[in-house]
């Protein structure tokens, strides 16, 4: 369900949410925006990516599973296919 907004801005930010944004695309923007700072996040998305990347690459376990996972699935995979003749295939 949504809700029906009015705020007020300046006139620079609103020329520049017209201009860099634009029409149309502004409420979603703002919903964005405001959600990460008003809205509840389960604990699991809590964090910064980078701080989410970090701590897996410290699961030295996972890693190693995960490399092991990788490398036994080399050489399984289809053999090269021609798709020259398919339409919208780049010609060159």
Known sequence: ??????????DEVYE??????GRRKISRFIDDIAREHVVE?????RGSLADGY???AADEEAEKEAR?????NMGETLD????SGWPGYPSR
């Open 1 to 10: 369900m949504t809700k029906k907004l009015t705020i007020t801005v300046s």
């Open 80 to 83: 090269d296919e021609d798709f």
């Open 41 to 45: 996040q389960p604990e699991v998305f």
């Open 16 to 21: 520049g949410l017209h201009r860099r944004i």
């Open 54 to 56: 970090r701590e897996m």
């Open 68 to 72: 092991e996972w990788i490398e036994s």
